[in-house]
Nanobody
């Protein structure tokens, strides 16, 4: 069992930035794919970004390209999501997820381990 802990959410004005962190205390997910997903009220959970830890390959939803950056710090066993130029439509609960066997990086059902989520609210 891998426990994931997200942090870094909050309230920010449109155009502002936040950096989310995803850590796995006491465990390593250095060989996993780690994804960020978000879910707004009344909407389905959607893919935001992901990274394959071994290769460092990154993937982004169209809505995140050019504004969000996913990165990893292997020594700290932490994955980050830097979010810039935030928009009100980015408001959602953001979740990180991990799994060592992910074929389709954008499919949330392929991730076995999830964090509790962190709220991001962008005001206009």
């Amino acid at each position: 069992q891998v426990q994931l802990v997200e942090s870094g959410g909050g309230l920010v004005q449109a155009g502002g930035s936040l950096r989310l962190s995803c850590a796995a205390p006491g465990r390593t997910f250095s060989r996993s794919a780690v994804g960020w997903f978000r879910q707004a009220p009344g909407k389905e959970r959607e893919f935001v970004a992901a990274i394959r830890q071994i290769s460092g390959s990154t993937f982004y939803a169209d809505s995140a390209k050019g504004r969000f950056t996913i990165s990893r710090d292997i020594a700290k066993n932490t994955v980050y999501l830097q979010m810039n130029s935030l928009k009100p439509e980015d408001t959602a609960v953001y979740y990180c997820a991990a799994d060592s066997l992910v074929a389709t990086i954008r499919n949330p059902s392929e991730y076995a381990y999830w964090g509790q989520g962190t709220q991001v609210t962008v005001s206009s």
